[in-house]
Structure formats: C-alpha cells, structure tokens
Nanobody
Framework: QVQLVESGGGLVQAGGSLRLSCAASGRAFSSYRMGWFRQAPGKEREFVAVISRSGTTTYYTDSVKGRFTISRDNVKNTVYLQMNSLKPEDTAVYYC??????????????????WGQGTQVTVSA
C-alpha cells in the first residue's frame, strides 16, 4: 500500500506563491511516476503536472506552464509543486498522485493508482 499526504495549501492573493508538498510512504518511491491533479468547485478533476521517476522529465498542462514547477526528492520520498504568479482560476483542491504503471496517458485520472486526500488552494482576486 501507498500513502500520500499533501500539505502546504492555503489562502493567497493573486500574484502570490505557494509550495505544495506530498510525502509518500509504503513503497520504493523512486520507482514510480508522480504528479498533481486539481479539482475546482463544480468541475472535473484536471491534470496539472507529472514528473518522471528520476525527476529529469516533467510535463505540465498549458495553463500552468511557466508558473508552476514540479520536483521530487527521492531521499525524502517527497514530491513538490511550486506555484508562482497564482491566479484566482488556480483555486481548487490539489491532489498528489502516483502510478505503478508505465506507458500511461499522463493526463487521465484513471492512469494513477494512488491519490492523496487533497489540499485546498484558494487564490483571492
């Protein structure tokens, strides 16, 4: 079993920054691709970013490119999402995800096997 625990959410003004963390336990962390999704009120869950096992390859949804950075520390078993220049439309519950599989469609929620409990990010105008 894998447990993912997010932290770092909160309330911030537009233009501000937050750093989300996701601590993983239960498996060889460095063996698995990890990412972040988000869900705004009344909307479906949306892919945000994904990072390869080694951390050398990343991919982002277009709306966060240049503003968000995903990274990981395989010693600390933690993945991060640095969010800069936040906008009100970034307001959502952010979920950390992990997949045990290879050859997946990174953008699809069903590609991921484990999800954290979510952390709320609210950006005020």
């Amino acid at each position: 079993q894998v447990q993912l625990v997010e932290s770092g959410g909160g309330l911030v003004q537009a233009g501000g920054s937050l750093r989300l963390s996701c601590a993983a336990s239960g498996r060889a962390f460095s063996s698995y691709r990890m990412g972040w999704f988000r869900q705004a009120p009344g909307k479906e869950r949306e892919f945000v970013a994904v990072i390869s096992r080694s951390g050398t390859t990343t991919y982002y949804t277009d709306s966060v490119k240049g503003r968000f950075t995903i990274s990981r520390d395989n010693v600390k078993n933690t993945v991060y999402l640095q969010m800069n220049s936040l906008k009100p439309e970034d307001t959502a519950v952010y979920y950390c995800v992990l997949t045990l599989r290879s050859g997946i469609d990174n953008l699809q929620a069903q590609s991921y096997d484990y999800w954290g409990q979510g952390t709320q990010v609210t950006v005020s105008a």
